[in-house]
């Protein structure tokens, strides 16, 4: 990891779908930053470009135009396997839905990051029975995402995020889909892994209530209104 | 490459729970496992056929044979059979000579090649030469040469009348009809004088290379040509190569039908699979690994339809065999049933263009499935 105090640097960020008269311009010149170990919330109406945001942030898009930094380094001109090795080792995702591999146990869906980043199948499933031992769904190991509910679901997914040490949590409305009571302890759990873990967190999210608890909210409004891009802390 | 095997089993493993995909997979499979069945059984059949026609090539005809480079007569003949004696003790060698005659019973007279060997005593017509001639054993038969004599009417065929004394199945790849007779008479039929053509030469223990070993023994000999069985024979082993070859690739049609089938299959997991595949690329999985996986995918599908209709395949084709469940009529064929033969090598070379096949039907999805950048499976869903 690098000693800059910048865990993630974006500078002139634009992105646009579809083309013609079809085209939408969801991000123009976006400037962010996020800092070593801090907890950023990402905030705005739907269809802002939050998730388009946190794909860039994660590597699973590219942007027209501007520079995204990780860790210190430039990925504009990585190509599709290097990007995807430092998904691997530096990132950990949580999305909407659980997006749980139906045909893999709990324990397997954990472990999997570490199996595709060529750990042995012994070291991943310790690590696994271990984060989801820390998730409280160590009774649930050897079930399948259709026999988990929604917020062990989520919390499988959460498990899975760390699996791999990563120093970037990115989680794109990680209770959308859960309950109250249900989203209160995976936010809880979110919190405290991330203070327990060291890790910096980007966290797409509608919930306020949500946002405020972290150090920071960014706030995205419609590319096409002036007021841009807000910096609420 | 170990995460990509373990996603591939799991995926092939829960096929099984979503009914559309284990319909279209199990159609896929079972249709490379008839294809793989259909290839295996026709070349089991041709090479039991083949099989039954080489073995009667090798019990009846020369397996060597030694000629003039130029002319018809073979020079000191007697000095080139002691020496193949002193380097081929086992051998049998026989003086031949042929030659093109008329043959005429009382109901007709035909054209037919008439040999001479020295290992025979009595006259023996092929079938062949029988039916059209309308004899049998103990007829006769009256062989004219195109040589002729001169009499004091003037120059006439020279003439002779044999008696036949059996009749014996036709050589492979005789269809004119034969009339073996003791080398004297053949000589004083088509020479007049005690002239040898060739020497044929039989081995039964290395039939197929005794060529090549009497090539050795006499090799610098430039006034005589020596032929290997595959060379007496070259039209009908060429015909039977060619037979092989091309059932092989029409037969093959079937795997081919069967792999764009599974093409279908695997383009249909990767639709279905869209967002699973984003949130693996997300996690890590590098494009490479994920047309690894796919084509892991494809070949594990092939291979269990390849294996198992290759196992369906062998055991069909021995259990027919051994049973003789497929009676010929009597007479036409030397066997006496439909002859199944399976060559490990053959069964190898149709697994392997199965699987080749199928690696061929998953490598076009994988291609697409792993160009896709991960956001848009994750829109997508």
Redesign the interface.
């Known amino acids: 990891m690098s000693d800059s105090g910048i865990m993630v640097r974006l500078h002139g960020i634009s992105k646009t779908y579809g083309e013609g008269e079809a085209q939408v311009q969801v991000l123009k010149g976006l400037d962010l930053e996020v800092r070593r170990g801090e907890m950023l919330a990402i905030v705005g109406p739907s269809g802002v470009g939050k998730?388009?945001l946190l794909?860039l942030v994660?590597l699973?898009?590219?942007a027209d135009e501007g520079i995204v930094e990780i860790d210190g380094q430039d990925t504009g001109n990585l190509s599709?396997?290097e990007r995807?090795?430092?998904?691997?080792?530096l990132l950990g995702?949580v999305?909407q839905?659980h997006?749980l591999?139906?045909?893999?146990d709990a324990r397997?869906n954990v472990a999997?990051?570490m199996?595709?980043?060529?750990k042995s199948?012994t070291l991943a499933r310790r690590r696994a029975e271990g984060l989801l031992d820390t998730v409280g769904l160590s009774q649930r190991m050897t079930h399948y995402p259709d026999q988990l509910s929604g917020g062990e679901q989520q919390r499988t997914a959460v498990a899975?995020a760390l699996v791999?040490r990563p120093g970037l949590l990115l989680a794109d409305e990680p209770t959308g889909n859960l309950d109250r009571t249900a989203s209160e302890t995976v936010f809880r759990l979110i919190r405290n892994l991330h203070a327990e873990e060291n890790l910096t967190s980007v966290i797409v999210t509608h919930n306020e209530k949500m946002a405020g608890q972290c150090d920071r909210i960014f706030k995205l409004a419609p590319a096409d209104q002036s007021s841009g891009y807000v910096d609420v802390s | 490459m170990r995460a990509e095997l373990h996603l591939a089993r799991r995926y092939l493993i829960g096929l099984g729970r979503r009914t559309n995909v284990a319909t279209v997979t199990l159609i896929s499979l079972v249709g490379l496992g008839l294809g793989v069945v259909a290839l295996v059984v026709t070349l089991a059949l041709l090479e039991g056929f083949q099989s039954s026609i080489r073995r009667d090539l090798v019990e009846r005809s020369t397996h060597a044979q030694i000629r003039p480079a130029s002319g018809r007569v073979l020079g000191e003949p007697d000095q080139l059979a002691s020496l193949l004696h002193e380097g081929l003790p086992d051998v049998e060698i026989v003086r031949s000579v042929r030659g093109n005659c008329l043959v005429a019973s009382t109901v007709d007279a035909v054209p037919a090649l008439v040999v001479g060997r020295s290992d025979v005593e009595s006259v023996m017509a092929d079938r062949v030469l029988a039916a059209r001639l309308g004899i049998g054993a103990a007829g006769a038969v009256d062989v004219i040469s195109s040589r002729r004599r001169l009499t004091p009417l003037g120059p006439v065929p020279v003439r002779a009348r044999v008696d036949i004394a059996e009749v014996g199945a036709a050589e492979p790849g005789q269809e004119g009809g034969v009339l073996t007779v003791p080398l004297e008479v053949a000589q004083r039929i088509i020479w007049g004088s005690p002239e040898v053509e060739a020497l044929d030469l039989k081995d039964l223990s290395a039939p197929w290379k005794l060529g090549a070993t009497v090539r050795k023994i006499l090799a610098g000999r430039d006034d005589i040509v020596i032929l290997g069985l595959d060379d007496l024979n070259r039209p009908l082993l060429l015909a039977l190569a060619l037979e092989r070859i091309l059932i092989f690739v029409a037969v093959g049609l079937i795997l081919v039908v069967a792999a764009l089938n599974l093409l279908c299959n695997v383009a249909m997991v990767a639709a279905e699979k869209r967002r699973d595949l984003a949130v693996l690329t997300s996690l890590g999985l590098e494009p490479v690994r994920v047309r690894r996986l796919f084509l892991l995918l494809g070949l594990g599908i092939g291979a269990a339809g390849a294996f198992g209709g290759a196992v369906v395949g062998v055991a069909t084709a021995w259990i027919l065999d051994a049973t003789g469940a497929l009676p010929l009529p009597r007479g036409v064929f030397v066997v006496s049933s439909v002859p199944f033969s399976v060559d490990p090598m053959m069964v190898a070379k149709v697994v392997g263009l199965a699987l080749f096949l199928s690696a061929l039907a998953s490598w076009l999805p994988s291609r697409v499935v792993a160009r896709r950048e991960p956001a848009e499976g994750l829109r997508y869903e």
């Open positions: 998730s388009t794909h994660g699973l898009d590219r599709s396997s995807a090795r430092l998904r691997n080792s995702f999305f839905h997006h591999l139906d045909e893999l397997d999997l990051p199996r595709i980043g060529g199948a899975r791999m």
